[in-house]
Each structure stands twice: as C-alpha cells, then as structure tokens.
T-cell receptor, first 112, second 111 residues
Framework: QKEVEQDPGPLSVPEGAIVSLNCTYS??????FMWYRQYSRKGPELLMY????GNKEDGRFTAQVDKSSKYISLFIRDSQPSDSATYLC????????????FGGGTRVLVKP | DADVTQTPRNRITKTGKRIMLECSQT?????MYWYRQDPGLGLRLIYY???????NKGEISDGYSVSRQAQAKFSLSLESAIPNQTALYFC??????????FGDGTRLSIL
C-alpha cells in the first residue's frame, strides 16, 4: 500500500462547478500538507500548504486536513478551464521544505 | 528567467549510455532535490542535498548518482542507462521552512 493515495481521475466538471479533490495517507508522522498543481509538460507548482489539522483558504482554493482520519481535501470554487491540470498532494513529516511524499495525482478537466 | 533551470528538456538515448541531467537555480536556496515521475506513481525522491557537502539517498537511488558542484548546481547521472529509467525527471529547491520549488523537468527516453 502506498503511503499517500489519490484517485487518478480524470475528474471532469463543467465550468463554474466546485472541484473536490481528496487524498488519504497512512503515516501519522506527517505534519505539513502541500497541494501542488501540475500542467502538462511543466513542473509542479505550489498551490497552498497547511500545518496540522484545520482549514486554510486562499482565493478560490480551500484546503482541509483531518489528521484523525488521515484525510486531506482540496476544494476549487468557481472552477475555470485554466484549472484543468493534475493536482498532487504531498505531505511532509517536518517543515514544508523537507522531504515530500507525493500521491499519484488527480487529473482534473474543467469543460467550458 | 526561470528560477530553477533544468537541462536538457528532452533527451533520447540508448541503453548502456552514461547520461547527465543538470539543474541550476538562482533562488539562493540551500536544499536541492531530484525526483522522477512515472504515470500514476507521482514523484519519487532519488537524491537530495541540504548543502554542498551533504548528499543523501532518497527512496529510489539505485542506478543513479549525483554531484553538488556548487550551492546553485546539482547534477544527476545515470551511469549506465536502462529502459526502465525512462521517465520525467524534476529538480526542486527549498530553504528553511519554505515549500519546494520545481523546475520544468527533463523528459528522458532510453531505447
């Protein structure tokens, strides 16, 4: 079993819908939780990160962490075609700049 | 200009050849990482370096070696390439508690 699991998708939604992405992990030592977005033929770019449990909001993006159930979520409101990409969750045991353990990513398609 | 530059962007080579992938950064970060990405497997860590004199193996280091020539440069070598090393390779940098920043990758195909 992988340490970090994501549904590979693709997840197809109409423009303007809410995109709901999730990630599960098995290692209770993870403390920092990153979400990266990756466009085709590009490197991952950081969307947001959270420390420990709770919610964090940044514009149209909301990240939630539930450490008790080892479950991480990312919500994208008012989705746009430009949000079509692969979303990778990447928890870390120490600070966010330390070693990351990546999920396989979920591919999202937002249709106009 | 990109903060993290990887060269080459694409490379096709033959089994048994020695390959070097290069990464340079202008961010002034002390930490540098090499990952490979395969479809459905996410990114897996090959090697990482916390400074010029500190090199560490990641989860899949067999068949690879690295060199940290300077704080800004971190190279990945495949001593004798084999087809299952065909993948996307990414370099990343970080400092302190900041999250990692990635280059745009090298697409490597080994025939």
């Amino acid at each position: 079993q992988k340490e970090v699991e994501q549904d590979p998708g693709p997840l197809s939604v109409p423009e303007g819908a809410i995109v709901s992405l999730n990630c599960t992990y098995s290692n209770s030592a993870f403390q920092y939780f990153m979400w990266y977005r990756q466009y085709s033929r590009k490197g991952p770019e950081l969307l947001m990160y959270t420390y420990s449990s709770g919610n964090k909001e940044d514009g149209r993006f909301t990240a939630q962490v539930d450490k008790s159930s080892k479950y991480i979520s990312l919500f994208i409101r008012d989705s746009q075609p430009s949000d079509s990409a692969t979303y990778l969750c990447a928890p870390s045991k120490r600070a966010a700049g330390n070693k990351l353990t990546f999920g396989g990513g979920t591919r999202v398609l937002v249709k106009p | 200009d990109a903060d993290v530059t990887q060269t080459p962007r694409n490379r096709i080579t033959k089994t048994g050849k020695r390959i070097m992938l290069e990464c340079s950064q202008t961010k002034g970060h002390d930490r540098m990482y090499w990952y490979r990405q395969d479809p459905g497997l996410g990114l897996r860590l090959i090697y990482y370096s916390f400074d010029v004199k500190d090199i560490n193996k990641g989860e899949i280091s067999d068949g690879y070696s690295v060199s940290r020539q300077a704080q800004a440069k971190f190279s990945l070598s495949l001593e004798s390439a084999i087809p299952n090393q065909t993948a996307l390779y990414f370099c990343a940098t970080a400092t302190g508690a900041e999250p990692q920043h990635f280059g745009d990758g090298t697409r490597l195909s080994i025939l």
